[in-house]
């Protein structure tokens, strides 16, 4: 390659998009002009309007009101689907009945059923169903992982989780605490089976009145023998995150998105020693790669690998599914006040 060469693929996803609403227009569809493996080919919206704006500002050849006509005429390799939770489900179900590559944003489903259902669509269909739980494809996130696959850890024995959202009230007009479970705690939930695999028993507790307080503190155990914790607040002035993992060997934590610590085990060192190593740390801007939060061009970036390569993705309907059943047994065990299995 040359000075001046364009980086050119041979091989892309032609996508539409089905939702041109504000998280569509301000996350996803701008990350789309990042990602060369796309090819955006038309987007859809009820309100013609928004259609026709997509269209304008994201490079996208066609718009539609319809999005069975767009599929149909257009014959796209994928769909993304960014609505209410009761959109994801109908129509993530109906694009994969027609054989689409599917990525929808969360949560799927208002409810587990509805998000089993979307399970089984995607194994009849053998095709990818992707859900858009980008704290995962964060870059800090996925070093954490790096770090505790690589053995930078040893043994990992404990993970931890808190997150704090301003949330007041149930979304999408669910109670508070399973509307902030859908709308928020999905995160950190995924991120935990991310980097510690599944949950198998939770025991919690809570404080929870909707419009005043909201908190929520949950012992995790985890199907490889380690344990964990999950602390959730709401009706919270800021957005706050922080996530750790600890081995025999060290310690790693990401927090507020952006910024990695790293320890590795070794002998006491003081403070006042001014040749002291003990702690790496990695920051980035908050506005990564030019989108308004890390996540969403690496989540989408991801999909359109897996579809070209034919890998089956992680993050997938099932991890969406696994981490609502885990959210809910946590609200259970706040109910009975009793340790909860989650099979």
């Not at 050119?8 to 301000?26: A, Q």
């Not at 005043?212 to 800021?238: H, Y």
Request: net charge negative.
């Amino acid at each position: 390659m040359q000075p001046g060469d364009f980086w050119m693929v041979e091989d892309r996803v032609r996508v539409c998009f089905i939702g041109c609403g504000r998280h569509s227009m301000e996350s996803l569809q701008p990350a789309v002009a990042l990602i060369p493996q796309i090819e955006y080919t038309a987007a859809c919206d009820l309100i013609e309007e928004r259609a026709k704006e997509a269209v304008r500002r994201f490079g996208a050849k066609r718009w539609y009101t319809d999005y069975e006509r767009m599929i149909d005429e257009e014959s796209p390799d994928a769909v993304i689907i960014v609505g209410p939770p009761q959109m994801h489900e109908e129509v993530g179900i109906s694009c994969l009945k027609k054989g689409l590559n599917v990525f929808m944003e969360k949560p799927p489903s208002l409810t587990l059923e509805g998000a089993r259902r979307i399970c089984e669509a995607m194994k009849a269909s053998g095709r990818i169903c992707m859900v858009g739980t980008h704290w995962r494809h964060m870059p800090v996130h996925r070093a954490l992982k790096k770090i505790s696959e690589g053995g930078g850890l040893g043994e990992i024995f404990r993970l931890e989780a808190t997150y704090l959202a301003p949330d007041t009230m149930g979304a999408w007009g669910q109670p508070f605490a399973w509307g902030f479970m859908l709308n928020q705690a999905i995160h950190p939930m995924d991120c935990l089976q991310f980097l510690g695999g599944r949950v198998v028993e939770v025991e919690a507790r809570g404080v929870i009145v909707e419009g005043r307080k909201f908190a929520i503190s949950a012992n995790l155990q985890f199907a490889s023998g380690a344990i964990g914790s999950l602390v959730l607040g709401g009706c919270s002035p800021i957005f706050y995150e922080r996530i750790g993992v600890q081995g025999v060997e060290g310690w790693a934590e990401a927090e507020q998105f952006k910024r990695l610590k790293y320890v590795r085990r070794g002998g006491w060192i003081e403070s006042s020693d001014p040749t002291a190593i003990q702690t790496i740390i990695f920051e980035h801007g908050s506005h990564y790669r030019g989108v308004s939060r890390p996540g969403y061009v690496e989540e989408l970036e991801y999909f359109a690998q897996c579809i070209l390569s034919g890998a089956h993705p992680h993050a997938d309907a099932e991890d969406a599914y696994y981490a609502l059943k885990t959210l809910d047994a946590i609200i259970k065990s706040i109910d009975s006040g009793e340790r909860v299995r989650v099979n």
